[in-house]
């Protein structure tokens, strides 16, 4: 191997990288949020009784279990936009990509946490009075929430990493930056070295935070 | 007003193609205690859960207190007017013991939080429990949750309480704390409809026991009669087992 590291390189690019760890962060964190509303609306259509809702849901969820995030990210922005004319700005478009997927991956988990709620619960509260939207609120979600969260902190892991997918259109996020800070330099090695290290260790630091969370869940 | 506060109506029920009610009619008058009997599989919970509407009917009516569990708009009147007791208690293991018995008047009657505070905890009293109001559910043994239960129910000043196999899932040492709650309940003037198999609960305070097998009504008659001269020959031998 005669190849010389010239990870010094990357002194003039920390802030170039840390600009797109910025936007990787900030991405995650708002389609994390979408996915959570889409997965819950999702969820609750599926556990209806109402054909045409649990048509839909279930439809949402096969074809967002079926498409890849890389498929769907370009389908939506070159694709869409030509025969729809909507210029999705390439962050929205990122957003909407990883959002509308993982709120489907996350109806599933919902589906799971809100059927691990014994029957019994809901007849009790129908006993009560409660309205169903009390009961569900108030009685179900509750119980189905210790059991939702630390899925759900593991599919936010996975949604932090799919990210860097978004790159393909030229959002400049994380994996972006990294590949605009070759091409000035011809360091892939160094460039995607660093990269890689800084998607684990935040990786590292969320799972030590779903383990907490998952802990703190079943002491309650 | 009819003097009748519960009128089952020719009620037929399937689950799918099995049918679990068959033509049963009952009539239940104002604070009597009515115990329902009979072999596992008989429609006795069912026919409670169509009472409270829980399930639907295939046929038939219920009218209680007037109303006709068969209009929708008027379910949740019906369900505020009936205590349910479940066989396995089902008390909100989220919430603490006084949170489970004031959520309901606070959110469905419109009480304000301090009165049914003291109103849960006048409840609790009665019950015996009133020690653990800010426990959780899980950490009572089964015949103090089931008390819980009840007082959840009275909270809700109910006309009638119904009891699904209260005392089924409960350890034989728990059994009496809690028929003695009920057997309170009834000297009190409650409407009462009980599903179980404590015969010494039934003698004792029931106004009328049905017995049922194959999803009908087999037999009705006061405590006397059904366990001194029973008529059906089903009747007959469902007392033999159980008794001895």
């Known amino acids: ?220 | 007003m009819d003097k009748n506060i519960i009128t089952v109506d020719k009620v037929k029920k399937y689950f799918s193609e099995i049918l679990v009610l068959n033509d049963v009619s009952l009539k239940i008058q104002r604070s009597n205690v009515v115990v329902i009997c009979g072999p596992s599989g008989c429609g006795k919970s069912t026919l409670l859960r169509c009472i409270n509407g829980l399930e639907g009917l295939n046929s038939g009516d219920i009218i209680i207190n007037d109303k006709s569990i068969l209009d929708k708009n008027k379910l949740r009147a019906i369900r505020l007017e009936l205590g349910m007791v479940f066989q396995q208690f089902n008390l909100f293991p989220h919430k603490t013991v006084l949170e489970n018995i004031i959520l309901s008047p606070i959110i469905n009657l419109g009480i304000n939080k301090d009165e049914a505070i003291a109103n849960g905890r006048k409840l609790l009293e009665r019950v015996g429990i009133l020690q653990k109001e800010n426990d959780f559910p899980s950490s009572l043994s089964g015949g103090q949750q089931q008390r819980v239960a009840i007082a959840r129910g009275l909270a809700m000043q109910p006309k009638i309480m119904m009891f699904d196999e209260p005392t089924s899932a409960l350890d034989p040492e728990m059994i009496k704390e809690v028929l003695d709650v009920m057997i309170e309940l009834a000297h009190d003037g409650m409407t009462m409809i009980v599903v179980t198999h404590e015969m010494g609960f039934a003698k004792e305070v029931a106004d009328k026991i049905v017995m049922m097998d194959e999803g009908s009504i087999i037999e009705e008659s006061e405590p006397k009669e059904f366990f001194g001269n029973p008529k059906n020959n089903r009747t007959k031998l469902f007392l033999s087992k159980i008794l001895n």
């Not at chain 1, 439809?59 to 936009?81: C, D, H, K, N, T």
Request: hydrophobic residues 55%; charged residues 10%; positive net charge.
């Open chain 1, 1 to 220: 191997m005669d190849y010389t590291f010239h990870f010094e390189v990357l002194e003039n690019y920390w802030t170039w990288l840390a600009k797109g760890l910025w936007i990787t962060v900030y991405i995650s964190i708002i389609s994390m949020f979408f996915a959570l509303i889409i997965g819950l609306i999702i969820s609750i259509c599926r556990l209806s009784k109402i054909k045409v809702l649990v048509i839909f849901s279930q439809s949402y969820i096969e074809i967002f279990r079926g498409i890849p995030l890389f498929v769907f990210i370009i389908w939506l922005y070159y694709g869409l936009a030509m025969v729809s004319g909507i210029n999705f700005e390439p962050v929205t478009a990122g957003i909407i990509c990883l959002s509308m997927q993982h709120g489907g991956y996350l109806a599933e988990i919902y589906r799971a946490g809100i059927q691990a709620v014994s029957r019994g619960q809901w007849e009790a509260s129908f006993s009560l009075g409660f309205s169903i939207i009390n009961t569900f609120a108030r009685i179900i979600f509750p119980q189905a929430v210790k059991i939702i969260i630390p899925p759900t902190a593991n599919m936010f892991i996975g949604l932090f990493k799919d990210s860097a997918l978004v790159s393909i259109i030229g959002v400049n996020e994380l994996m972006r930056q990294s590949q605009i800070a070759t091409s000035l330099t011809f360091r892939p090695f160094e460039f995607y070295t660093v990269t890689a290290i800084i998607y684990i260790v935040l990786t590292l630091f969320l799972s030590q935070l779903a383990k907490l969370l998952e802990l703190k869940m079943s002491n309650n």
